[in-house]
């Protein structure tokens, strides 16, 4: 089976930087994405890992250790925009279908 | 810039009815995806679908549910009698390629009373 770890919640203020930790165990990994979803919105993709190093996508930035099964999203600059619940999910290889298993998401409340 | 569309938005529907969701895939995308979400929880996967087969689902994915690509535009999934823990929002998912993002479509959010 798959499972992923991460906080539930974390509160930061406008301008500051947020990481935000996934842990996962899985019968079968093919790299590690990050989705940002608002309240009644669909996810939105934001990163994919699929080899050990930092991915930098203009403020936010993904990091992938295989050998830890361990991942992060760093959010930087934060805005109020980026209130919103930031989910890890492991990619399956095609040979399962190249499915996505989510973990339960972090909601990200940015105070002024 | 190219999106997955789902429609309807909202579906109520009475116990035990039969309901169809429909999504319109991105054009040239060749990998199709259904998920699910209870309010509150996480995305759930359901089924992937690729080549006019399903290539994976999920325990959820039980005998009650199926998908069609009727017309090699749209991307279909029945829910053949529905139960009140079916309710949910329905995402619709497609990729270019197996190991590339997957874009979501906005939902459809399934009432089931």
């Known amino acids: 089976g798959q499972s992923l770890e991460q906080p539930s919640e974390v509160t930061a203020v406008e301008g500051a930087i947020v990481q935000i930790n996934c842990t996962y165990q899985t019968s079968g990994f093919y790299g590690l994405s990050w989705y940002q979803q608002h309240d009644g919105g669909a996810p939105t993709f934001l990163s994919y890992?699929?080899?050990?190093g930092l991915e930098e996508t203009g403020r936010f930035s993904s990091f992938l250790s295989r050998s830890d099964s361990y991942g992060y999203l760093l959010l930087q600059e934060l805005q109020m925009k980026d209130s919103a619940s930031y989910f890890c999910?492991?990619?399956?290889?095609?040979?399962?279908?190249?499915?996505?298993?989510f973990g339960g998401g972090t909601r990200v409340l940015v105070k002024p | 810039e190219p999106e997955v569309t789902q429609t309807p938005s909202h579906q109520v529907t009475q116990m035990g009815q039969e309901v169809i969701l429909r999504c319109v895939p991105i054009s040239n995308h060749l990998y199709f995806y259904w998920y699910r979400q209870i309010l509150g929880q996480k995305v759930e996967f359901l089924v992937s679908?690729?080549?006019?087969?399903?290539?994976?689902k999920s325990e959820i994915f039980d005998d009650q549910f199926s998908v069609e690509r009727p017309d090699g535009s749209n991307f279909t999934l029945k829910i053949r009698s529905t139960k009140l823990e079916d309710s949910a929002m329905y995402f619709c998912a497609s990729g270019q390629q197996g190991n590339t993002e997957a874009f979501f479509g906005q939902g459809t959010r399934l009432t089931v009373v």
């Open positions: 890992n699929g080899l050990d």
């Open positions: 999910a492991v990619r399956a290889p095609r040979a399962a279908g190249n499915k996505l298993t």
């Open positions: 679908f690729y080549n006019n087969e399903i290539s994976e």
